[in-house]
C-alpha cells in the first residue's frame, strides 16, 4: 500500500482547464500541508468538508500506532483526499463525470460560506475538527 506507485492527476486537470476554467475558483493538491493546507490560499471564507472520501487504513494504522488525534492527522497527512476544485455545483458536475471517465473516484466534499477571517470545518462521521 505505502509503495504504489502515485497517480498524476495531469490528465484530468488538462482536460478540466479546456473546458471549465472560467468556472474554477481554486484548485488545491492537499500533499505537504494535508486537508488544512487550503486555509493558506482563503480569505473571508468558512470551508466546510461534510463529504470526504472515505480514510484509507493507512492513516488509521498510524494514528492508532503513533496515538495521534485525528484533528493533527487532518493538519499533516491528505487522508487519502489530495486534489480539491473549487467550483460551482453544476461544474462540479460536469468535472465529476470528467474524472470518472478516467477511472478517478470524485465527488463533491463539502461547500464555502462568507465568514470573517479564515475557518475550516471537517466532518468525519462522528468528530468536528475545527481549524
Not at 16 to 43: E, N, P, Y
Not at 122 to 130: P, Y
Request: hydrophobic letters at 40%; one cysteine or more.
Amino acid at each position: 500500500m505505502v509503495l504504489s506507485p502515485a497517480r498524476t492527476y495531469a490528465p484530468l486537470i488538462k482536460n478540466i482547464l479546456s473546458s471549465w476554467r472560467q468556472h474554477i475558483h481554486g484548485i488545491v493538491h492537499c500533499s505537504g500541508g494535508g486537508q488544512t493546507k487550503v486555509m493558506h490560499f482563503a480569505d473571508n471564507v468558512c470551508i466546510t468538508k461534510n463529504n470526504l472520501l472515505p480514510v484509507p487504513g493507512l492513516f488509521k494504522i498510524i494514528a492508532q500506532q503513533s496515538q495521534t488525534a485525528m484533528h493533527e492527522m487532518y493538519k499533516v497527512f491528505n487522508m487519502g483526499h489530495r486534489m480539491e476544485i473549487y467550483t460551482n455545483k453544476e461544474a462540479a458536475t460536469e468535472m465529476i463525470a470528467i474524472a470518472k471517465g478516467l477511472n478517478i473516484d470524485a465527488q463533491i466534499i463539502g461547500y464555502c460560506s462568507m465568514h470573517k477571517g479564515k475557518k475550516l470545518v471537517i466532518e468525519t462521521g462522528n468528530e468536528q475538527l475545527i481549524y
